[in-house]
Every structure is written in C-alpha cells, then in structure tokens.
C-alpha cells in the first residue's frame, strides 16, 4: 500500500495517463503541485507568460497530435485567463484535461485571496468538470477527466484542486478500466447499421451528391476512411474549415471549402445537389448561410457522435449517431460487398460537367501586384515553399481564410485553426504545442498584425524551449475582416479597425531573442520566405507589408444562400443564370 | 408545446447548475424545476415543464441527455401520466361570513386549511396546473396575502418505473 500526498497523486495520475508535456503556470494553490513536478523528469513543463497562453499551446499540441492537452493553473486570475482557451477547445472539441488550483476547501466561499468560483466560471464551455472535494477521489476525477475529454465529441475538462487536499494523504492506487466508467456517461460509437442502409440507399440513388466534412472526420482520425468512401463513389467533396486536410486538398474529387469564404464550385454545388452528406459537421452558420435558402433540393444524411448536433440548425433526412470512423468503415463494407444499387454514372458526368463549368470561373484569382505585396501571394508561396508539408496554425481573420483557401492541405492534423469561437491570439501559442508534439516538423503560424500582438508574450516561451516557430505576419495595419466588414456593409466608415502605433516588428522579434524581417517588395516574398524556413533553429518573425484594401473572395453575405456569392472585382459577374 | 420531462442525476452539488445553466445558455424556456433526492440517495430526481417548437423539444432532450451528470431523461407528458403541483395561499379571512364562504370554496376544490389566525387561513390545494390555476382565479386577489407554488412533479401511470 502507498501512501502518497494529493500533488503526488495527480502527478502520478498524469503519468498514468501519458502525459508528456503540462503548459502552465505557477501561483499559490499549485505550490504544492509544482513542487512535486520539480521532484521528476517524466513530464515536461513548459512555462507559458499569461495562461490564455498555456490553454491555447495545450490545445494546439491536442490537435496536431490527437492526444489529450495539459494545462496546469493557479486559482483566480489563473483560471479566468484561462477561460478563453477552455472555451476555444470547447467550441472545437478539442480534448483537454485543465488543472485548477483552488483555494483551501475551508476558505471556499469567503472571497478569499485569489479566489473565484472556476466551476461556476467554467461550467458554459466545458465539456465538464469537477470539483475535488476529498483526496480519496483524486486519482478516480483524475483518471475520469480523462476519459470523458477523450471518448465521444471529445472536449476539455477541467479538474478544480483545492490547495489542501494537494497536501492531504491517502493510499493512492490508479483506477481500473472499469472504475472510470459513468452510469450516466455512455458515449454512442457504431452507427445503427439500418440507418446507414438507409443512407448508403440514398446515397447510391443521388443524382447530384454532394459531400460535405467537417472536423469529426479528423477528430475521429478516419481520413482513410474517408478518403476511401470518396474515390470508391467518385462523388464531389467539400470541407469546413475545421475539416481541412482529412482529404487532401490537391486532389481532383476536393471542390474547395464551402461557406462564406468557400470556393464558387463548392458552394454552388450545396446549392443545387439533391443528396447532401454530411460527415463530422455541424452546420454552422458560416457554413449554411440563410438556412431558408440552405441546399433547397437536397435530401440530407448527417453523421455525428453528437446527437445534439443534428437537426439542430438543419432538418435531417437520415441521421446517424456514431463516431464518423466506425460509421465510414461500415459503408465502406456495404460498397465494397456491392448491391442492387449502383450509382447513376451518367447523372454523375453530367454533374461534374456542372462542377467543372463553376469551378472555370476560378473564384480563388487574384490580380498580382508588381509593387504592394498581395496577401494571398505569400500564402500561396508558403504553399509552394513547403510543399504543402507544414504544419500551419493561424489567428482569424482575413490571412485565416486566405490560409484555408490558398493552402491546400492534404493531411490531416496539419491545420490548426480556431474555428468555433474565432479566438484571436491562438496561433502563435498554439505553434509552440504544435512544435513540441513534432519537435523536427516546420510549423508556420500565418497571422495578422491585430492578432498577433494579443499573445506576443510567448515569444519569450519560444525561445525558453527552442521552438523554432515561423511566425508570417501579414501586416495590413487593419483587422483585415473587420475593416472589410465596414467597407462593405458600413459605407466605409473604419471604425477603430486601423492599426495605429504598431510595434516595429523586427526590433520586437530581436528583442525577444529571435531573428526578425521586414518585407515589403512582392519580388521579395519568396526569397525571404526561403531564407526563413531555412533556419531551422530559429524563431523567425516575417512583417510583410501586405495590400491595404484586399478583401476576402469569395464572400456569402449575411442572409444570403450558397448560389449568391460575391465574387472579387476581377471577375465578371458570375453568370449564376445560364449555370443555374 | 408544453412538455414535461423527468430527469434522473447525480445527487452532486452543481448538478442543478448544470441544467439550469443549459436552459439558460441555449435560450431554452423553464416553467417550473422541482428537484429532490430519490430513495437512493446518490440519485435526485427533477421535474421540469418547458415549451417549444417540436424541434426546440427535441433539442432540449438530446441537450439534457449529453450533461454528463444527467443519467436519464424522459419525456413524461409524451405519454400517460399523473402530474401534480402544490399551491399554498395565505388569504384574509377576517369576518365570520368571510370565513364560512372560503371554508366552503376550498372544499369544493378538495384543498385544506392547514393554518388559521384571528385574520387569515392558509389554504393548501393539490393538483394540475390548470385546477391551480382556476382557484387562484376565482378568488378575490385582493384577499391573497400571499401564494407560494411548487411547480409540477410528475410519474408516468403503468407498472414500469424511470
């Protein structure tokens, strides 16, 4: 029988778990925790400067390598930093176990030093969490923690530590499996194999089949699965942005993302099919555009592990609750074994020569500039450059779409974006998670000059750790987005949009111990682009000094449907009547 | 639509914060939560009553069902069931006319008087929302001290249990 403290139980539960790396940071309640995690080699800590910081490395490094991030607070200011983070993995079901110190369970409740209700505070943008009330059930909420934030729709959970029962003994002994299990947590894995029948049925009668992936697929790790499906029904495939990479985005059957900013094909294509399946999405509302309007024609299969996302914003024809994996492979067992059914191949020419004709008007062409460098010109180089091989992680706005529409990633995992709650600030930390869950991997973080300055601390985390981050700043000296949304919808008026009295970024990089550049010739891109990715030990921040005025095209405007895109001023007006 | 549905949960703290957060956070609309632990004391048991469209219903479910505290929910009023809710009002009740007339309308609607002073009785009434409702209509809001409702437990009729 061991005896052993409550810091000492949680660390040994983290190892238990795997854990390699916890981001965090230090503060009174978690002495006792950090003490203990001084005491050991095992796992790893990396030091972040503000814990927005440590969730959002956390959740970067869960997405790039599919395990569960760490995050280690103080209670108080520690957890409410946090909170953006937590809510950023939530939105994205990003699985994550966030450690809280609270204040001693005798002080709970009396607005003691640092002290905030982090259960209460929590609880909206948790999968779910737990308060520790007794030693005894550390190891137990520990080892659930886990388990709940990495089986069905994964998502964080945060774990409230009182500073006295870190110090407080017991007998510790990890959980067996069957411990852990929830009477009222039953996560759902296969599909009802006679509503997947039912869809495949549907599916092989479809005319003009549209499929439409979301994040699921990656989360689920089927892209195999997927891509599978996908070349053996020879239908068209479009991605959330969430989705990117599960199928690859070079290849010939990939119409482009959908949405407000989604390709003119992808989009016209959910206007007018007549069989919709959607794998791993949630139709949101970035995706659906006017739901009135939203795919008028089409009959609709939707797999989630969430029962709650389907036919929540969209009525279904054909749901299925399973993990999209487990469901994909069943389908794929039901083709490969053949039917009476087979696809209509006819229809489906007729229905890619469709697909073609939109896909002409080449919706992503831009027109190049000899003097002011475009943003879509350094994305699409960074493309080149890479081979398509990095790992890119970005804050949102503008130079987030333009990543999503000029890098075709054809991996999954390689995308690393925040989606859901658009949390500006995420990308660079969540570079660091990235880089250390493939320390010999070259991770770019594509960023604004808005958005980068909202977690520039972790420059200084970057160089503790050796994190050789490519930061691309493009540098328009707005909030790109928002002063497009102005210009289009609020007759120009620039409304506190205009980046006055940025930093010099060169001298910023430099004094955080890192190489910096400035860019500002288009002849120049690709040169420095190289010269950058070439030093593979260094942090290295570009400021290209993009074009002012570029907007994002193709763009849905708010109440509109899929087949009234604006295209950019290049291009003549689409001729949506003859196409349609 | 109105429905009513029982929940099974953990009998933790935050349980109840949980369920409440959600109808909050989802715009989700409550009528009445009543919540008390069950014979097994790790178990409580809710009655909620809520309305909506059928598709906002069907998410509130599925909603209710994905909290991981909450280890089942059914839509009680889908099927036959037996609800009650408990009414408690102070009304005056001051001259002797005054008093015989209420004594004799509580007994119409089966309720009791369970506390009586020189001036007022309180008057305790078991039903449906509606007979509650209809009592509390038919007597003078003037004479209501006060009035204090439950909100609506319910079981479904048959041999099966939740």
Not at chain 1, 190 to 211: D, E, S, T, Y
Not at chain 1, 286 to 310: K, N, Q, W, Y
Request: hydrophobic letters at 40%.
């Amino acid at each position: 029988m061991e005896i052993l403290r409550g810091a000492e139980i949680l660390i040994r539960s983290l190892k238990a778990e795997n854990v390699e790396y916890i981001f965090g940071y230090p503060g009174g309640a978690v002495l006792h925790i950090y003490d203990e995690l001084f005491k050991q080699d095992d796992i790893r800590h990396i030091l972040v400067r503000h814990e927005q910081g440590a969730a959002h490395a956390a959740d970067g490094y869960a997405r790039a390598i599919g395990k569960p991030g760490v995050v280690l607070v103080t209670s108080g200011p520690g957890v409410t930093n946090c909170v953006t983070g937590i809510a950023t993995a939530y939105m994205d079901s990003i699985p994550m176990v966030i450690i809280t110190g609270q204040v001693p369970k005798k002080l709970i409740g009396n607005d003691a030093f640092q002290e905030v209700d982090s259960v209460g505070i929590t609880r909206p943008c948790v999968k779910h969490n737990f308060l520790v009330n007794d030693v005894r059930e550390l190891a137990i909420t520990m080892r659930r923690a886990f388990y709940i934030a990495t089986t069905g729709r994964p998502g964080p959970v945060v774990v409230d530590v009182p500073k006295d029962i870190t110090a407080e003994s017991c007998e510790f002994r990890w959980p067996a499996d069957d411990e852990v299990k929830l009477r009222s947590y039953k996560p759902s894995t296969k599909g009802h194999i006679g509503q997947i029948r039912k869809a495949m049925k549907m599916i092989l009668q479809a005319h003009r089949p549209m499929i439409y992936t979301g994040g699921g697929v990656i989360l689920s790790n089927a892209a195999q699965q997927l891509i599978h499906f996908v070349r053996h029904l020879g239908y068209p495939v479009t991605s959330t942005l969430m989705g990117l990479g599960a199928y690859p985005g070079n290849d010939s059957q990939f119409v482009g993302m959908l949405g407000m900013h989604g390709t003119y094909e992808a989009n016209m294509a959910m206007h007018h099919c007549d069989v919709l399946i959607a794998i791993g999405a949630r139709f949101d509302d970035r995706v659906t555009g006017e739901l009135d309007r939203f795919c008028p024609d089409a009959r609709i299969v939707h797999i989630d592990i969430d029962p709650t996302s389907i036919a929540k914003n969209v009525p279904v024809d054909i749901p299925i609750v399973g993990d999209v994996g487990a469901v994909l492979a069943d389908m794929n067992r039901l083709l490969e074994e053949g039917g009476d059914i087979t696809p209509d191949r006819s229809a489906l020419d007729a229905w890619w020569n469709r697909l073609r004709e939109w896909a002409a008007i080449d919706c992503l062409r831009y027109k190049h500039d000899s003097k002011v460098i475009k943003p879509q010109y350094v994305v699409e180089s960074l493309y080149e450059l890479t081979k398509g091989d990095a790992y890119v992680t970005s804050d949102v706005g503008q130079h987030q779409m333009w990543v999503a529409q000029y890098y075709k990633f054809d991996k999954p995992r390689r995308w690393i974006s925040s989606g859901g709650l658009g949390t500006m600030g995420f990308g660079l930390p969540a570079a660091m998670g990235v880089q250390l869950a493939f320390p010999e991997a070259m991770v770019a973080c594509v960023t604004g000059e808005a958005s980068l300055v909202m977690c520039i601390q972790e420059l200084s985390t970057c160089l503790q750790y050796g994190l050789p981050i490519k930061i691309i700043n493009l540098n328009n000296r707005y909030m790109g987005m928002v002063r497009q949304w102005q210009e289009f919808f609020y007759a120009g008026r620039y409304s506190h949009s205009y980046m006055d009295a940025l930093p010099d970024f060169v001298r910023l990089a430099e004094s955080f111990g890192h190489v910096g550049m400035q860019i500002d010739k288009p002849g120049d891109v690709r040169s420095a682009l190289t010269e950058a990715l070439g030093m593979r030990d260094r942090v290295v921040l570009m400021d290209f000094i993009t074009d002012q005025t570029e907007n994002v095209y193709p763009m849905i405007a708010a109440g509109k449907g899929h087949h009234e895109m604006h295209l950019s001023p290049e291009h003549a007006p689409p001729p949506d009547r003859e196409l349609a | 639509m109105r429905q009513i549905l029982s929940l099974l949960l953990e009998n933790h703290t935050g349980s109840l914060s949980r369920v409440a957060g959600l109808f909050s956070a989802r715009a989700f609309n409550i009528e009445s939560l009543t919540v008390a632990a069950t014979e097994d004391p790790t178990i409580s048991r809710m009655t909620l009553v809520t309305s909506g469209s059928p598709e906002v219903l069907e998410q509130i479910f599925k909603q209710l069902n994905k909290l991981i505290d909450v280890i089942k929910v059914v839509q009680l009023s889908n099927g036959p069931h037996v609800e009650r809710e408990l009414l408690m009002l102070k009304l005056r009740a001051e001259s002797s006319a005054q008093r015989a007339e209420l004594k004799n309308f509580v007994d119409i609607f089966r309720g009791r008087i369970v506390d009586v002073t020189d001036t007022t009785y309180v008057v305790e009434l078991t039903g449906t929302t509606a007979k509650l409702d209809a009592f509390v209509e038919a007597t003078d809001t003037h004479n209501i001290i006060e009035a204090v409702r439950t909100g609506v437990s319910g079981i479904a009729r048959g041999d099966k249990g939740m």
